[in-house]
Nanobody, 117 residues
Framework: QVQLVESGGGLVQAGGSLRLSCVAS????????TGWYRQAPGKQRELVAR???????YYRASVKGRFTISRDNAKNTVYLQMNSLKPEDTGVYYC???????????WGQGTQVTVSS
């Protein structure tokens, strides 16, 4: 069973940056795709960014140009670099992964990101 553990969340002022990390208990080379989701209070969880093997990326329109998803295979880690943060980026950020096309099989526990105005 693969486990995903996120870290790097926190409180930051608008315009600031954070880098989230998602460490997998196994090799991420086996993953078909990894993604970062977020959920704001009272809202549905939404996909923020996705990295699909070999290097296909997707970004939600509202974060395009500000967020970057990347991975370090040697460290079994997926990152989400978030720049120019806005209050509307506030939420719990979750890492997800799958082994093939279809739904997400693995989820992390989430890390809180709060952007103050």
């Amino acid at each position: 069973q693969v486990q995903l553990v996120e870290s790097g969340g926190g409180l930051v002022q608008a315009g600031g940056s954070l880098r989230l990390s998602c460490v997998a208990s196994g090799s991420i080379l086996s993953f078909n795709a990894t993604g970062w989701y977020r959920q704001a209070p009272g809202k549905q969880r939404e996909l923020v960014a996705r990295l699909r093997s070999p290097d296909s990326t997707y970004y939600r329109a509202s974060v395009k140009g500000r967020f970057t998803i990347s991975r370090d295979n040697a460290k079994n880690t997926v990152y989400l670099q978030m720049n120019s943060l806005k209050p509307e980026d506030t939420g719990v950020y979750y890492c997800a992964a799958n082994l093939g096309p279809g739904g997400w099989e693995y989820w992390g526990q989430g890390t809180q990101v709060t952007v103050s105005s």
